[in-house]
């Protein structure tokens, strides 16, 4: 597996000419470090995962477990209701008993609505039914080690 650092999780990092908390005075000093240039900037979860919050909303996965598109219960569903939906995307929609997640999908020439379950039938798109916005993040906590803790 490889990893792409996003940059810090900690954007509290001091300045060059700033003074620290201890009251000392940090003065540069020498040559410009040459990984200067390639300095990450601080890592913000809100600006990664919702790039427009006027239409961005978070949802939480309840008695549902979605392997195909890698939703299990409890996770959180960022959804965006800005993004344009296209054939294969995977939206929030208004059903009777609340919410529900479906990928849009073709059937017989029309567009509907497809469960991850094959034994439920597809919804075909009708007017009244209410899309709410298409799912663009999935955040799922990942289970811990159940053996022995090492010192």
Known sequence: ??????G???????DLD?????GLSVTPTGFASQAAEHAE??????????PSPTTTYYFRAAGMVATDVAISDGDILV?????RLRIGTLVVCAEEDGFAVRRIGVVAGQVALLTADPTLPPLLVADEMTIFGAVTYVVHQVPQGTGQVLP
């Open 79 to 83: 959804v965006d209701r800005s993004v």
């Open 18 to 22: 700033a003074t620290t908390g201890s």
């Open 8 to 14: 810090q999780a900690d954007d509290a990092r001091a």
């Open 1 to 6: 597996m490889s990893m792409l650092p996003l």
């Open 41 to 50: 900037l601080p890592l913000n979860l809100n600006d990664l995962l919702c």
